[in-house]
Nanobody
Framework: QVQLVESGGDLVQPGGSLRLSCEMS????????IGWFRQAPGKEREGVSG????????YYRDSVKGRFTISRDNAKRTVFLQMNSLKPEDTAVYYC?????????????????WGQGTQVTVSS
């Protein structure tokens, strides 16, 4: 069994910050693209950010560029999503996912493993 575990979701005010964490096995960390997706109420799930296993290339949805940063700590077997300057439209359940190989980015069908999600709510 392979497991991804997200954490860090919370209720924050507009302009605030959160850091999401996705813990995983070394196998996933070393050989899989790790992506962050989100799904708001009544909306389809969309890709937010991703990081490749081979060269650490990154992807960001246009609406989060300059505000969100994806990174990884190999010793902790964790991929992070630092979210700054949060807006109400960032409110969603955020999911961590792993897809074998590189550069899957927002193509959800190419991800093999998914976490359970963590709730992020941005409201005053």
């Amino acid at each position: 069994q392979v497991q991804l575990v997200e954490s860090g979701g919370d209720l924050v005010q507009p302009g605030g910050s959160l850091r999401l964490s996705c813990e995983m096995s070394e196998f996933l960390l070393n050989y899989y693209t790790i992506g962050w997706f989100r799904q708001a109420p009544g909306k389809e799930r969309e890709g937010v950010s991703g990081i490749s296993s081979s060269d650490s290339s990154t992807y960001y949805r246009d609406s989060v560029k300059g505000r969100f940063t994806i990174s990884r700590d190999n010793a902790k077997r964790t991929v992070f999503l630092q979210m700054n300057s949060l807006k109400p439209e960032d409110t969603a359940v955020y999911y961590c996912a792993a897809g074998f190989g590189d550069y899957h980015w927002v193509i959800q069908d190419e991800y093999d493993y998914w976490g359970q999600g963590t709730q992020v709510t941005v409201s005053s």
